[in-house]
């Protein structure tokens, strides 16, 4: 379980994230949404370690997350950044091998590259080929499974059918599915704010660095006032 309270963080003179409050049970999906420059990201980023809070906590299992990105991740904890941002310019088992720097032991390194490669065949036939000749969707694979290389158990995703061909929109959050029911906790962040709602066991919507509304997804999507308010979903 992660909780945040009352968190708050500033840049500058801007308020991005105004006291919210939130929790991120295990092994369920937990869907943040909301208009642009509502801070959903900035909130996954401070639970990540790549922003820091002007006050608040963040805990996991009652410990404190207040704690260097890489330490974040030795807690289990990792992002799948907005963008997917692998390593073009290397081969997809080298991107898959950067995902893994925390693990000391080559047996567990390979035997983790198995588990992706059985979850994402398509990397296998590829591993050999540079990230960047890889498809939108088939990176957005390598994302996925350079995440899981750390042995995870919370991913942590910003956008990830960001900038991606509607065919492949529908294979994304399959894939979200399919690790949540592998054990993983996920933590989404997602544009497509009907469809992250249709999956989430729970949703928080953001406005302006506020939480304005949460419950269970399905819920929340079937809300007309939330739909037209914030989320720009008209009946």
């Known amino acids: ?65 207040i704690l260097p990105p890489q330490e974040i991740v030795k807690r289990g904890i990792v992002q799948v950044p907005e963008g997917r941002r692998i390593f073009p310019t290397i081969t997809v088992r080298e991107n898959l091998v950067l995902g893994a720097y925390i693990v000391r032991d080559r047996k567990t390194i390979d035997d983790n590259m198995e588990r992706v490669f059985n979850l994402f065949p398509i990397l296998k036939e590829r591993q050999n080929q540079l990230g960047g000749t890889l498809s939108g969707g088939e990176q957005q694979m390598l994302a996925f499974g350079r995440a899981l290389m750390s042995e995870p158990k919370v991913l942590v995703m910003d956008e990830p059918s960001l900038g991606l061909a509607p065919m492949f929109v ?51 999507a079937a809300d007309p006032i939330v739909k037209k308010a914030y989320l720009g979903i008209e009946e």
């Open 170 to 220: 529908l294979g994304v959050f399959k894939m979200i599915q399919d690790l949540n029911k592998a054990g993983h906790t996920i933590l989404l962040v997602e544009q497509n704010a009907q469809k992250a709602l249709s999956i989430a066991d729970y949703a928080y919507v953001l406005e302006t660095g506020r939480i304005v509304s949460q419950g269970e997804g399905k819920k929340i």
């Open 1 to 65: 379980m992660i909780e945040v309270k009352d968190l708050r963080v500033h840049y500058g003179g801007i308020v991005a994230l105004d006291g919210i409050s939130l929790n991120i049970p295990d092994g369920k999906i937990i869907s943040i949404v909301g208009a642009n420059g509502a801070g959903k990201s900035t909130t996954i980023n401070a639970i990540s370690g790549m922003v820091r809070i002007h006050s608040g906590s963040i805990t996991q299992n009652g410990k404190s997350l």
